[in-house]
């Protein structure tokens, strides 16, 4: 089947030659940082997570949301889901090996991956965060390979592929939680110290994740073929609804602990720091007050049932959802986590050029490979249907 990736129209080899020179400028870029170490990138003694670990907590819950089509289509017999269930798979494979492609740029030198491998150390969330990544990259590779492949072969999937789709929707929500305690189990940054983390992380990962897939359908249906069909991506838009309200609800959440109690320790200061500004300093606030103005567009749009009804509002609606959600997640919870720091002094944090240009060649990295993983699909749902 791979040999389908190899044929495309002039726009299917113009995007491919697109992603790849954004990768080849990160990698360039990457190459840099690798030989003058991380002073290349904005991140300090004060800021020590910054664009890598934002991208990569957002795009763990990317693809942790494929279990948003798996779980209904299998658990369930939601037949509908049916027609999109490899596109989510193959969505949470990509977003996988982009998550792990930034914790290697975030590394510095990309030897010090195999301290895990060779010195393992199981009571280290960062351990398991490994474990529980690697297994459901490879749980989604073997599942959405054999599935498309007994597709393309007329026949039924192996049986055996069932009982490891079973462990895959556990796994997906382990794969966040897991991934939320590396914050939420460091008692010196107050604005992650909280017991519903993970359940933020869930909740933001069920809006964005679906968002995306919505956006994704309807190019595929515009550049191919092959209909994913409405009521699959309607039913998708509820779940992004309901999953946009419960992670917005959870933000206020924090806001109400934060302010009403007036500790400032308890993430006060990170939050007046990002919405506000701390001690003149608010180079985040345009960011994150772009959330707010997104969120409650996105909400407006979805909870009436007759915008969401209609695809120009749907497309509008997803698109602000997935970048409120990057914004919140990928930039504000992580950076303002750091600020202020255990002096209460402020260390802004911004990205570099080079900085930038490695995460974004990282992004067009893994577009890449899903460009490639949808050619296929979609190409063997096109013979097949």
């Not at 989510?88 to 990509?94: H, T």
């Not at 492949?149 to 796994?171: D, F, H, M, N, Q």
């Amino acid at each position: 089947m791979l040999v389908k990736a190899l044929s495309g129209s002039k726009k299917y080899w113009g995007w491919i030659t697109v992603l790849l020179a954004l990768s080849g400028a990160g990698l360039a870029c990457y190459l840099w940082q690798l030989q003058q170490g991380l002073t290349i990138t904005g991140m300090s003694r004060d800021v020590s997570w910054g664009l890598y670990i934002g991208q990569f907590t957002f795009l763990v819950g990317v693809a942790a949301s494929a279990v948003m089509v798996v779980l209904p289509y299998y658990l369930h017999n939601v037949k509908v889901f049916g027609r999109i269930t490899i596109l989510g798979e193959f969505l949470a494979v990509a977003a996988i090996i982009m998550c792990l492609l930034f914790v290697i740029v975030d590394l510095g030198k990309p030897m010090r991956l195999f301290n895990m491998i060779f010195y393992p150390t199981p009571n280290s969330i960062l351990f398991w965060d490994m474990v529980v990544l690697n297994g459901y990259l490879l749980l989604n590779i073997i599942v959405g390979w054999h599935a498309l492949e007994a597709e393309y072969k007329g026949v039924a999937p192996p049986s055996w592929t069932r009982y490891l789709v079973y462990i895959s929707i556990p796994w997906a929500v382990s794969i966040h939680t897991v991934t939320a305690f590396l914050y939420a189990g460091l008692p010196g940054r107050h604005y992650w110290l909280t017991a519903i983390m993970a359940a933020r992380f869930l909740a933001s990962a069920f809006a964005s994740g679906p968002a995306l897939l919505i956006l994704l359908c309807y190019i595929i249906k515009r550049v191919s073929k092959f209909d994913p069909g409405r009521e699959a991506i309607q039913k998708l838009a509820a779940i992004v609804t309901y999953a946009t309200i419960i992670s917005v609800f959870f933000v206020g959440l924090e806001l109400f602990t934060a302010f009403y109690s007036q500790v400032p320790a308890h993430g006060m200061d990170s939050l007046t720091y990002l919405f506000v500004g701390l001690e003149g300093h608010g180079k985040l606030v345009p960011w994150m007050w772009t959330f707010v103005v997104l969120a409650v567009l996105a909400l407006v749009l979805l909870i009436n049932p007759v915008t969401r009804g209609k695809d120009g509002y749907l497309l509008l609606a997803c698109g602000a959802v997935f970048i409120a959600m990057w914004i919140e997640k990928g930039i504000g919870l992580v950076i303002g986590g750091f600020v202020p720091n255990a002096f209460e002094r402020v260390t802004e944090y911004i990205p570099t050029l080079p900085e930038a240009l490695i995460a974004l060649g990282i992004w067009a990295a893994g577009f890449l490979i899903l460009t490639i993983l949808y050619k296929i699909a979609i190409a063997v749902k096109e013979e097949t249907v």
